[in-house]
Nanobody, 116 residues
Framework: QVQLVESGGGLVQPGGSLRLSCAAS????????MGWYRQAPGKQRELVAT???????SYDGSVKGRFTISRDNIKNTVDLQMSSLKPDDTAVYYC??????????WGKGTLVTVSS
């Protein structure tokens, strides 16, 4: 099992920046891909960004150029630096990891609100 704890959410004005962090514990040796998803009110959960164990990054088109995902394989953390935030970025952000046996684990989420 892998436990994930997110931090860094909060209220930010449009155009502002925020950094989310996720710390993994437990069976961390089995982690392959780490990533961030989000779920806005009334919408389905959607992929934001992923990063492989080798550092290959992938972004949803809506955040490309504004968000940056990074990973520390020693500290077992994955961060999401968010810039030029828009009201449409308001959502609960979830950290997620894919382990080598194909199972996916989720954090409890952290709320990001972009509003003036």
């Amino acid at each position: 099992q892998v436990q994930l704890v997110e931090s860094g959410g909060g209220l930010v004005q449009p155009g502002g920046s925020l950094r989310l962090s996720c710390a993994a514990s437990g069976s961390i040796f089995s982690i392959n891909v780490m990533g961030w998803y989000r779920q806005a009110p009334g919408k389905q959960r959607e992929l934001v960004a992923t990063i492989s164990s080798g550092g290959i990054k992938s972004y949803d088109g809506s955040v490309k150029g504004r968000f940056t995902i990074s990973r520390d394989n020693i500290k077992n953390t994955v961060d999401l630096q968010m810039s030029s935030l828009k009201p449409d970025d308001t959502a609960v952000y979830y950290c997620s990891v894919l382990v080598r046996n194909g199972a996916r684990h989720w954090g409890k989420g952290t709320l990001v609100t972009v509003s003036s």
